[in-house]
């Protein structure tokens, strides 16, 4: 069977590669193991999160799959910390897993221009610009090809002494790359996952442990769902914690860690420690939250986040009665630690296509990240920039200083990480301006660039054609200083710094005031009624302007800076250029100054001949 793109693995990256690739009508394969629901999570059962949020508003806007399945699948949602800046707060949705998966499904099967294939990918070869896959079953080509195989690349679980082949619990390895693929470079270490016991939620004392209810004011992920409708029952999550006996258990049983006793040589996620790393990392601290959630409505399993564990499996029932409220835990299925081979990621480029290899293209985990969102990200950027180059379009590249996902990319392109790759705000230079509540404003231009006409893209139309009127109201509407509206966003110190007639947007930028609210209130005043998101936006915009004016000058300065295409073969063959810098760019390869600058190790001076255009 012959197709235009194949995706190799159903999870979080390969179904969203397939899902945007499907909107160019293309004919599209995607091959994953049997046995594996498309879209599944073998984590933790929540999509979003701190930067993981803004990543699955991004998709959103973009045309992809993830949020329309976390709203479908949500049975809990949060703005986590809520309580500090705009920029750094982020929606997450506790998900139902079985259903998130079901809709996968649902979605994915009944679209005309994927075939599901459920078949073990064996050996991949490439001849005269044509892959050829065979599987277990058969054999079948494409003009593209991504790979998205996550954790299974020669995958082997650890719980305890306990070592079994796999890439995850119940399912088998894929061979590694090197019996795939000629060619492409895996790197030399490897990775390392975990995740914690699942525990029978009948067995917990919940009156000892502290509930989180979802909440209704959460707006949902996709654009065209309705902003605080819920698709399935509501239910809490709730925080429990470790205390000096949990974390003496684990201590005590140092030498039975596979990850301390040298039987794991694979690297894990400094920002996603296991329990024995926090026992062993932070010797003074016993204390450390345990979010307890449920996986499922119909589930009979809560997951412990934050207790990530490979040690045997009496040590793992010992530490967790060892936490209140938990004391007469049974566990249904204990904790494991998965090694996996990962790609070395510096031999992509930004639209994650391999240097070499025209038409082969990577997403997901393999790459050395870790997360969901992450790898839905780079599965939106592989499956869209694929069918953009079989369709001989232009690439879809998004700036680091308008996303998350361009951050990522450029990352993960530019240097190799010697540890798997989370997203968090702080990875970006331009925080205040990538929002979760800007998103579409941020998004639309790429999205528009796709020439997609679906219904997505006559919402943003719409949408942002309101926001430019709501912004034109708050700057050309001016608030009389004899107007009652002023008195109830003041006490008397600051009705004094109120005494002239101001502008609502002026309005909005008074450091006491809650723009959000004070928006609403007003809006109430002229007796218009507004959607909430839309006030959000605009509130937030015109309360930052001054800062987000500065930084969008600045970043539109860094952004021609950095999208300056350079030639990094004209760079290496130059004289003025040290031996270290040529290797590191002919390893690399840049395409742009942005991407030259990220490399570590690029002396400032070869960047001052670079952006002098020198060469
Ligand atoms: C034990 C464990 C713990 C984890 N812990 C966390 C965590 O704490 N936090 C977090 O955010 N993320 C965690 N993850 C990671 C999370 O599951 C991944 O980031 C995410 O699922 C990656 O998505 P992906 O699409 O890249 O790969 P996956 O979701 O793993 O999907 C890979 C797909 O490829 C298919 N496949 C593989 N090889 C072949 C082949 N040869 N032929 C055909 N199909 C193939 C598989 O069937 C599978 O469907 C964990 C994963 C595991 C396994």
Known sequence: MKFDIVIIGGGHAGIEAAYIASQFKLKIGLITMPGIPLGSAPCNPSVGGVGKGQVVRELDALGGLMGILADHAGIQFRTLNDSKGFAVQSTRVQIDKDLYAKKAEEIIVENSFIKVIREKVISIDKKNDIFSITTSETEYS????????????????HTG??????????????NGLDGLLSNVKTRQQRFKTGTPPRLDKNTIDYSKLEEQPSDSTVRNFHCLHKPNQRYVAQVSCYLA?????TMGIIRDNKEKSPMFNGQIKGVGARYCPSIED????????????????????????MYPSGISSSLPAEVQLSYVRSIEGLEKAEIKVYGYAVEYDVVDTTQLNLTLEHNELAGLYFAGQVNGTSGYEEAAGQGFIAGVNAALSFLNLEPLILNRHESYIG??????????????????TARSENRLYIREDNTLQRMNPYRTQLLLHEEIDQYQVRFLAKYKNLMDFCDETMIPETSELLVQFSGPTELQKLVRRLSVSELLRQGWLNPITTLEKTLQHYGLQV?????????????????????????????????????????????????????????????????????????????????????
């Open 241 to 245: 914690k470790t205390n000096p006996d």
């Open 161 to 174: 002494s306990v070592q079994t082949l796999g890439g995850r619990i119940g399912c088998e390895a894929s």
């Open 531 to 615: 959607d909430g998101d839309l006030i959000k936006t605009v509130a937030i915009s015109k309360k930052y302007d001054g800062y987000i004016k500065r930084s969008e000058d600045q970043n539109e300065r860094l952004k021609k800076m950095d999208s300056m295409k350079i030639d990094w073969q004209k760079i290496i063959s130059s004289g003025n250029v040290s031996f270290e810098c040529k290797q590191r760019i002919e390893r690399i390869r840049p395409e742009t100054f942005g991407q030259l600058k990220l490399i570590e190790g690029i002396r400032p001076a070869t960047l001052v001949v670079v952006a002098s255009k020198a060469l």
């Open 407 to 424: 951050v990522m990319i450029e990352d993960l392109t530019s240097n190799l990480r010697d540890e798997p790759y989370r997203l968090f």
């Open 142 to 157: 494409a003009s593209k090809l991504i790979l998205t195989v996550g954790t299974f690349l020669n995958g082997k679980m």
């Open 278 to 301: 926090k026992a062993f990392r932070y010797p003074d601290k016993n204390i450390h939250h345990v979010f307890i959630e449920p996986e499922g409505l119909d589930l009979e399993t």
